[in-house]
């Protein structure tokens, strides 16, 4: 394989701040918004604008809030509600008395 084949950190960066761009629009949020709901971390995407690292691990969370949250809108926009995801409910402790 040439290194051709794979994509630069230029253009992973560009495509995760284009989406979150996108959404940000979509939505009315500011990109610091989207990043604070997606990783608890406000400034995520600025730090990513001017050039900083990041882990896989965040940039697929990120990419996966972006997603849910765009399927969402776009089902709102369609049927005018969104069918939300079935969550587990958290087990619960029993404090038995003896």
């Known amino acids: 394989m040439l290194d051709s084949d794979y994509p630069r950190a230029a253009q992973i960066r560009r495509a995760l701040l284009n989406r979150a761009t996108t959404l940000s629009r979509l939505i009315g949020v500011p990109r610091s918004g989207i990043a604070k709901k997606a990783l608890n971390d406000s400034s995520f995407l600025h730090k990513v604008a001017a050039g900083g690292n990041f882990t896989i691990r965040n940039y697929a969370r990120m990419m996966k809030w ?8 776009t089902q709102r926009q369609a049927t005018g509600f969104v069918k939300r995801e079935k969550r587990r409910a958290p087990k619960r402790s029993v404090n038995r008395r003896k």
């Not at 972006?66 to 809108?73: A, L, V």
């Open 66 to 73: 972006i997603d849910r949250r765009h399927k969402q809108h």
